[in-house]
């Protein structure tokens, strides 16, 4: 295939970086690039921007509010908006629940959720994993009972990433408990705010609140709140989860890391950095641009590629290099901003920055720690190498 983009794409590009300068408001950006995790306030407000422009669901089918972009227009899109320090969208209800909806959803789920997702009036949160069922899903215990016209949904879910601000879960629950462990799934939409839903939070390496564990007892959810076929979860799940194939790359975070470190340097070289010191850490960030460059080209082939067993295992090798890529570059940050990214506070209302030390630095070392959980984000680097195995060897 031909990796250079073309001359249609380069406008595209060009078309995207207009519109992301004209309206992604600044605040939102300088925040975004000291590493600060967006709440769902500033989320919804971007997400809102581009779904004013049709924009919002890029994966979507047009007939649903997509953009009908190709998968390269699409990269080009996550790129752009990387580069420009733009927040990332709501991804579970955008890039999982509503590809999930549009494809197996009744038309009256679609007509009840689609529209409030892309205004970013209705969040989602992913309740899959549990406490003995993390990567191994067909394991999972939470149960959903058919009563009447409703399921009574019990069970545990774990590692919930906006739990805590989320208005509703798709929940994947056991709706058959004598059929194998993956015929016996079935994909449910249940209320966050159920009396028998309780949410405590998990404290992460960095310190935030990302995540939780959510507790459902009695749970009771209208039967038309059943995604699909009863007991065709497995097939949904799978969907769901291979449907964004490169967005574990990273990419778009990747090419924010490698054009701004240059600028970082010059700055610390310029502050009285030794030309030693600061030579060693240009050749670090010349060996982490290769890689990414090489990452890019890896990510453009697995678009041109068709799905099957062996798309899978490139969309897992994807995953294992982009969050290796990403620890590697916020390791390189600290080591270029050094004592003065340790400070661990707040963008609104920490103490001052310490004398001298640059803008950019608040928020680096909470970032730097969030990013190891890259190497878990839908599916641990244990779960893809061994998806990569089975792909090449067996």
């Known amino acids: 295939m031909n990796l250079a983009f073309s001359a249609e794409e380069k406008a595209f590009a060009e078309e995207v970086r207009g519109f992301i300068a004209d309206n992604l408001p600044a605040p939102m ?10 709440e769902r306030a500033r989320v919804a407000e971007w997400q809102r921007i581009l779904n004013r422009r049709g924009w919002a669901a890029p994966s979507w089918p047009v007939e649903h509010g997509g ?11 996550e790129r752009e908006c990387g580069l420009a320090n733009a927040p990332e969208v709501n991804l579970i209800s955008l890039s999982m629940v509503g590809p999930v909806l549009c494809r197996f959803g009744s038309p009256a789920l679609r007509e009840r959720f689609l529209e409030p997702i892309l205004r970013s009036d209705a969040w989602f949160c992913q309740g899959f994993s549990e406490p003995e069922a993390g990567s191994d899903l067909a394991s999972l215990r939470t149960r ?31 709706t058959d408990p004598e059929a194998r462990p ?11 705010d159920d009396r028998g839903v309780t949410v405590r939070p998990i404290r992460t390496l960095d310190g935030d609140h990302h995540i939780n564990e959510v507790f459902l007892d009695g749970v009771r959810v209208p039967a038309g709140n059943l995604i699909g076929e009863p007991n065709t979860g497995w097939t949904q799940a799978k969907y769901l989860l291979a449907h ?19 600028g970082l340097v010059d700055a610390e070289e310029a502050a009285g950095l030794p030309a030693g010191q ?6 670090r960030h010349a060996r982490l641009a290769i890689d990414v460059e090489a990452l890019e080209w890896s990510v453009l082939r697995v678009l041109a590629a068709e799905p099957g067993a ?11 290099r982009g969050a290796r890529c990403l620890l590697r570059a916020a390791d390189l940050e600290l080591a270029v901003l050094g004592p003065q990214a340790v400070p661990r506070f707040g963008p609104d209302d920490g103490p001052p920055l310490p004398a001298g030390a640059t803008a950019a630095a608040p928020g680096r070392t909470t970032q730097y720690l969030y990013w190891w959980a890259a190497t878990i984000f839908g599916g641990s680097d244990e779960i893809q190498r061994g998806i990569i195995w089975n792909a090449v060897f067996r």
């Open 29 to 38: 950006a300088a925040r975004e690039a000291m590493g600060f995790h967006a």
């Open 67 to 77: 953009t009908g972009w190709t998968p390269v227009q699409r990269y080009i899109f």
């Open 144 to 174: 959903a009972v058919r009563d009447g016209n409703d399921y009574v949904v019990d069970g545990h879910k774990i590692w919930t990433t906006d739990g805590h601000v989320a208005d509703f879960m798709i929940c994947l629950a056991r």
């Open 182 to 192: 993956q015929a016996g799934l079935s994909m449910i939409i249940l209320p966050m």
């Open 244 to 262: 964004e194939r490169t967005h574990n790359a990273y990419m778009g975070m990747l090419c924010r890391y490698v054009a701004r470190i240059p």
């Open 278 to 283: 600061a030579e060693a850490l240009r050749r």
């Open 310 to 320: 062996r798309a899978a295992a490139s969309a897992s090798a994807l995953s294992v």
